[in-house]
């Protein structure tokens, strides 16, 4: 560490982290416009009322499974709101497709939108951040800095420089391919659990644990890649509020 770092400064340094820690980038439906908003409300109403329609057509199925007797009238309305409820389901499908597929047309406006509305939200924290001392934005995005680098060390410990998401994919496909054949797939995930630990069934346990543990490494990976990512936009906030 620098030797000009006071100890004098490190509560103001940890003031500046944890106003960092508040500070994240606008999310997706912030970046959506009011017509995908709109698209958005009418495809979960949709969703809403299928599933508000099927539901009497379940009971009176259950019914009718259990040795029910139904009118005929009362079958030709079950059938009817069956057909409603599969065409809203439809239709809550369809709806955020077409949306995007209208927003595709006006990309350019909703491009500079954003980055000007990116422009202001970014602003807004780094004038925030400015009003610290040079000293203690200094210390903080050392310690961010030391920060990602350890977390980068640690993934590349079990992954070297590969991707996390790429090592998960590739022992998905690697188990998905093994187990696909007529022994494999969830009934041999399933009777593999279902046997216990046995001297025979031994090979199988460990086999399903160390892909289990590939897994659960390539998973816990991603989400440390998705900590650093954030400790490095927090560094960069730093770095304009520095200017």
């Known amino acids: ?40 409300r009418i495809s979960n109403w949709s969703m809403g009322m299928a599933v508000m329609l099927m539901v009497p057509a379940w009971g009176l199925a259950a019914w009718a499974y259990f040795g029910g007797s139904l009118y005929e009238w009362v079958k030709l309305v079950a059938l009817i709101i069956v057909t409603l409820s599969c065409l809203l389901a439809i239709l809550a499908l369809l709806i955020p497709i077409l949306a995007t597929g209208v927003i595709l047309f006006r990309w350019k406006d909703i491009s500079l939108q954003n980055l000007l509305d990116d422009i202001k ?13 040079d000293e203690a934005l200094v210390d903080a995005k050392c310690w961010l800095e030391l920060k990602i680098k350890r977390i980068e060390a640690r993934v590349a410990h079990f992954f070297g420089d590969k991707s996390a998401v790429l090592g998960l994919l590739a022992s998905g496909y690697f188990f998905a391919k093994e187990f696909g054949d007529k022994a494999g797939g969830l009934s041999w995930i ?19 644990m160390i892909g289990a543990g590939v897994v659960g490494l390539s998973l816990g990976a991603v989400m440390i890649r998705h900590i650093a990512a954030r400790y490095r936009y927090q560094v960069q906030l730093i770095d304009m509020a520095k200017r």
Do not use: W
């Not at 399933?190 to 399903?208: D, E, K, R, Y």
């Open 121 to 133: 939200h970014e602003q807004a924290m780094v004038y925030a951040l400015s009003n610290h001392k």
């Open 190 to 208: 399933g009777s593999t659990i279902s046997s216990g630990v046995t001297f025979q069934n031994f090979p199988n346990m460990a086999l399903m």
């Open 1 to 40: 560490m620098n030797a000009s770092y006071k100890n004098s400064h490190i509560n103001e340094t940890l003031d500046v982290l944890t106003e960092l820690s508040q500070y994240k980038p606008r999310s997706a439906d912030q970046r959506r416009t009011g017509f995908e908003s709109r698209a958005e």
